[in-house]
């Protein structure tokens, strides 16, 4: 950072996460600097407005109070994205904080600077296009309640929306995937496709109306939807499954459409009654906790007549039912039973997704999840190992031996952290700071900083910014009129899991590089080298000019590998499905 700074005398000295400094030590030293900045004062007795060149990482968040707003301003959105996460990296390390529990935390630090950050900075565009009942109107009842509250809680905010999408770091496509089964579906039908072609028009229409969605091909876009649904519904638009953030309930790795590190794991919340959401919290204390562990439910999905197979009037410390009977909820509710336990088991049914596991949380009950391809809520801030055990589907015959050897000492840790956990899953009428609709946002924010390109690595000139947006062109178009068969070279970089399809000729050759600095010069100046190499090989292509994307194309008919093995190399690998008269 070019820019000057005022010296702040009264700052504190904050120390890096990689430093072994103690934070009382910082105590003392902040002490005596107060000090003697006093002793100075009064022998000059003048006010100090030295500047200084702060160092090549930004200064602590704290100490910018007064100048961030307006540094920020003179930024673009790319380029406010690209000094938020400059400062998340150089993140000051923290000491207790009352608002935030850290032991909940992989690293309290980083996600402290990180929501800060998005407090300052973060824009929304919410596109008003759409009608009721499928857009822009929240179902705010039952497991599927948290896209609507959270659609509900971003329309009405006033701090993140804009009205301006010049001005947005990240555009909102306002619809709500239960409302589309509610509105379309056909019972028993099993037919998804007419709420597929609908989020297809919908998106093409946005494309077609706004520039914003073709700048980026939808990857600075992001989507809400907690039904079963929400992954397959998306897949009559290339783009839409492939781009997007995309915040699921169903957060399934296996099915190929939620992309772990892209995607947010939206959680599954049950809400009854919307006028008091957080009606009947809390549970009893561990000595009043006498059940080992408990379940209730249907038994649809792989997962749970496996459970109840085993486990079901097998053992009195393991309460494992079906759908609850009346003989057993007038002793015992199914709210009291989960208040009553250590351990709830959350099983997945027909997807991974359960919303037991915020249940168990709201009623401070461990949650033991059996779900393998799951990936939990806010998985890349919370640190779930230190408030919920994991067990995969096949160790079910030993879950009672698997919840009998943890440490009684762990377990009283772990019921500790679920009950300091549970503000981050509150809904609130009126949002507060860390609750659940800030952690799904503060998770999205985080994706979006995700493609922004790493402050330790260089960019070539015309690769700054965002690795996955703009993809300005940086050469002339290929003569197509000349040949028609005529064939585009792209660049790839490994490092980046995204794939973008849509937008391309059917027959290219790609163009891809082991190295994860996408912007990486000594790959750019040989690119030209290669490029008359394959033009010798492949006699039929006639190009004038090559065409230059940015990186996160996709790998077509003929992937081209350029490695770094002491200097560039290629291998061709032709697609067998191409003959030579192609």
């Not at 009382?24 to 060149?53: C, H, P």
């Not at 999840?369 to 096949?394: C, G, M, R, T, Y």
């Not at 849509?502 to 040989?526: A, K, L």
Request: aromatic share 10%.
């Amino acid at each position: 950072m070019g820019d000057q700074f005022e010296t702040v005398h009264n700052a504190p000295v904050i120390a890096s996460l990689n430093s072994s400094t103690k934070v009382n030590e910082l105590a003392l030293v902040t002490k005596d600097g107060e000090k003697n900045f006093r002793r100075r004062k009064q022998r000059t007795n003048t006010k100090s407005t030295s500047t200084f060149s702060p160092p090549s990482s930004p200064p602590p968040l704290r100490n910018m109070a007064n100048h961030m707003p307006r540094h920020l301003s003179s930024l673009t959105p790319d380029e406010a994205l690209a000094f938020a996460k400059r400062n998340i990296e150089n993140a000051a390390l923290v000491g207790d904080d009352p608002e935030l529990y850290a032991p909940l935390f992989r690293n309290v630090s980083t996600f402290k600077r990180s929501y800060e950050l998005m407090e300052r900075i973060l824009k929304v565009y919410i596109y008003q296009e759409g009608k009721r009942p499928i857009f822009h109107h929240p179902y705010l009842r039952g497991i599927y309640s948290s896209e609507g509250w959270f659609m509900k809680l971003m329309e009405e905010n006033g701090q993140f929306v804009t009205k301006d999408p010049e001005k947005a770091h990240l555009f909102y496509l306002p619809y709500s995937a239960r409302q589309l089964q509610k509105a379309l579906y056909v019972p028993d039908s099993h037919d998804l496709k007419p709420l597929s072609i609908i989020l297809r028009d919908y998106v093409n229409m946005l494309a077609a109306k706004y520039p914003f969605w073709n700048l980026t091909h939808g990857s600075n876009h992001f989507l809400v939807a907690c039904h079963d649904w929400g992954p397959y519904i998306l897949k009559e638009h290339e783009e839409l499954q492939r781009n997007t953030i995309k915040a699921l309930c169903n957060a399934d790795v296996s099915e190929g459409i939620f992309i772990a590190g892209k995607d947010v794991s939206l959680p599954e919340t049950t809400i009854r009654n919307p006028r008091r959401p957080l009606r009947n919290l809390g549970g009893k204390r561990v000595s009043q906790r006498s059940i080992l562990a408990f379940y209730a439910g249907h038994m649809h999905g792989r997962v749970r007549p496996v459970l109840l197979k085993y486990w079901k009037d097998k053992d009195e410390d393991m309460r494992i039912y079906g759908p609850l009977s009346n003989r057993i909820t007038r002793v015992m509710s199914y709210p009291e039973h989960m208040k009553s336990s250590k351990y709830c088991i959350c099983p997945m049914g027909y997807e991974v997704n359960s919303p037991r596991i915020v249940e168990a949380v709201y009623y401070e009950c461990v949650p033991v999840i059996i779900a393998d391809n799951f990936i939990p809520p806010f998985n890349e801030v919370l640190n779930w190992s230190a408030f919920s055990v994991v067990v995969a589907e096949k160790d079910i015959p030993k879950l009672k031996e698997i919840l009998l050897s943890i440490p009684s000492r762990k377990y009283l840790s772990m019921h500790t952290n679920v009950k300091m956990l549970q503000k981050h899953f509150h809904w609130n009428a009126k949002p507060v700071r860390y609750d659940l609709f800030h952690m799904i946002l503060h998770s999205i924010w985080s994706s979006r900083l995700n493609q922004i390109q790493s402050s330790n690595s260089q960019p070539s000139p015309g690769f700054e910014g965002n690795q996955c947006s703009h993809f300005p062109k940086l050469g002339k178009v290929v003569d197509k009129k000349s040949n028609p068969k005529a064939k585009a070279f792209q660049m790839q970089s490994l490092g980046i899991a995204r794939r973008h399809q849509s937008y391309h000729p059917t027959n290219q050759i790609s163009i891809r590089t082991r190295q994860p600095s996408c912007g990486h010069e000594d790959i750019m100046r040989q690119l030209p080298q290669h490029v008359e190499r394959l033009k010798g090989q492949y006699e039929e292509i006639n190009m004038k000019e090559v065409l230059y994307y940015r990186p996160c194309t996709v790998l077509s008919d003929v992937a081209v590998k350029l490695f770094e093995t002491g200097g560039p190399s290629l291998e061709i690998i032709k697609d067998p499905s191409i003959s030579k008269s192609d």
